[in-house]
């Protein structure tokens, strides 16, 4: 596990590591044989910005952003991490999610959002300060609510219209404000298929850095009703056995879905 800093990067001993995002993807060297490498020492690029994460085993990680294009630079590809999340080791995955959200913090938030002043970096906290009315803008993380419901020894998934075909997943939505963890899974699955649940029980939480989630994972029993999807987030909603999930797409191990999943049935052994 990384040891975080919220400091800006100086004097550091020891090597390196850096992601570097630019809008369109994280740079990747065109010769590299995995999914996503990072580049150590020097970045490859000039950076607009960049932000120290902290240090694990040795090694200190950055992350940089770029403004510019490099979708015709043969020296890169683009990787989408969102896309290739299932090809990427976990422990870099994880770092890569941690920059992912930092960097979007810092380029989402150049600009006051009461005054529209251009604010600056606050030199030992991790905040952007309006140089005009002093508002303060920490990264943003949203907490939402993810949740396995089970009836007898099936388990109930359902497919988002942003999903690819066949893929299926647990039910999830963001908490809304004033609201309680579990007032948000109880109102998220009435409104997204219809149904009552009871006993609803935290699992464990995971960060989901597309672009800044905070996933609380639960468990909840089916209580009354009958699945009816909404039709505008959820256009399919089943009851699955364990047997029945070799017929559709899950989410990947990287997943707190997937640990949801296997938190009902056991260790799935596949992608
Ligand atoms: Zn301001």
């Known amino acids: 596990m990384i040891t975080r800093s919220t400091a800006v990067a100086a004097n550091l001993e020891g090597p390196i590591h850096r992601i570097v995002f630019s809008p369109k993807g994280v740079l990747v060297h065109s010769h590299a044989t995995d999914e996503l490498s990072l580049f150590e020492n020097e970045s490859p690029v000039e950076l607009h910005f960049e932000e120290y994460l902290g240090h694990e085993k040795g090694i200190h990680y950055n992350a940089g952003f770029s403004n510019a294009d490099?979708?015709?630079?043969s020296r890169f590809r683009l990787v989408n991490l969102r896309g290739s999340y299932?090809?990427?080791?976990?422990?870099?995955?994880?770092?890569?999610?941690?920059?992912?959200?930092?960097?979007?913090?810092?380029?989402?938030?150049?600009?006051?959002g009461a005054c529209g002043t251009k604010t600056e970096r606050?030199?030992?906290?991790?905040?952007?300060?309006?140089t005009s009315c002093g508002l303060m803008a920490y990264p943003r993380i949203s907490p939402a609510i993810i949740v396995a419901i089970t009836k007898g020894d099936s388990i109930l998934l359902?497919?988002?219209?942003?999903?690819?075909?066949?893929?299926?997943?647990?039910?999830?939505?963001?908490?809304?404000?004033?609201?309680?963890?579990?007032?948000?899974?109880?109102?998220?699955?009435?409104?997204?298929?219809?149904?009552?649940?009871?006993n609803i029980r935290y699992v464990s939480s995971q960060p989901w850095p597309f672009p800044d989630s905070l996933m609380l994972g639960y468990t909840a029993e089916y209580?009354?009703?009958?699945?009816?999807?909404?039709?505008?987030?959820?256009?399919?909603?089943?009851?699955?056995?364990?047997?029945?999930?070799?017929?559709?797409?899950i989410p990947g191990k990287q997943a707190v879905a997937r640990t949801l999943i296997e938190t009902v049935f056991g260790p799935i052994d596949r992608d």
């Open 70 to 73: 490099y979708s015709e630079d």
């Open 86 to 112: 299932k090809s990427i080791p976990a422990d870099l995955f994880r770092i890569a999610g941690y920059a992912s959200e930092v960097i979007s913090w810092r380029r989402n938030f150049q600009f006051c």
């Open 223 to 249: 209580d009354a009703g009958e699945i009816v999807p909404d039709g505008v987030e959820i256009t399919d909603a089943r009851w699955f056995t364990k047997e029945d999930l070799v017929n559709v797409t």
């Open 122 to 130: 606050v030199p030992h906290e991790r905040a952007m300060k309006c």
């Open 158 to 198: 359902a497919h988002n219209i942003h999903f690819p075909e066949n893929q299926y997943s647990t039910l999830a939505g963001f908490i809304d404000p004033g609201e309680s963890a579990e007032e948000a899974v109880d109102r998220e699955i009435f409104e997204e298929v219809g149904i009552k649940v009871k």
